[in-house]
């Protein structure tokens, strides 16, 4: 999972949301590389197509951990990993501030996605970031 920071106002986009963006600012390139097709054919054509200049420089990539259990978490692990006060994230599941596929009940504890609470945060914990492939 990859996301995209702001690096003057530090808020975050979704890697589907800064391509959608980098497309949209790079449209006639685009539909040159693409040969008009609505996508790339890989993720790999994507880099590519942003290695060759066309990206955004207001922004940096912050690559996430890929181990997917590594990416859900329990409410008190929410709140703890963001640094957040105690039933925050259960108060947001309570009154569906979650959309459906970043949070569910099992066995009758909240479960939250990593997605769900860069989305309602705007933050990523330290914890979160894939070191090897970061650089700051």
Request: charged share 30%.
């Amino acid at each position: 999972m990859l996301y995209f920071r702001n690096i003057h106002t530090g808020s975050l986009l979704e890697e589907r949301a800064y391509k959608e963006m980098i497309i949209g600012e790079h449209r006639e390139m685009w539909e040159k590389q693409t040969n008009g097709a609505d996508k790339f054919e890989s993720f790999e054509d994507f880099h590519h197509f942003l290695d060759n200049g066309f990206s955004n420089a207001n922004f940096e990539s912050i690559p996430l951990i890929c181990e997917p259990l590594k990416l859900v978490f329990t409410t008190r692990e929410a709140e703890s990993l963001w640094d957040m006060a105690t039933n925050t994230v259960n108060t947001w599941c309570n009154r569906e501030r979650f959309l459906e596929d970043e949070a569910r009940r099992s066995s009758g504890t909240w479960i939250v996605s990593a997605k769900g609470m860069i989305r309602l945060t705007d933050r990523i914990p330290a914890a979160l970031i894939e070191k090897d492939n970061y650089h700051n």
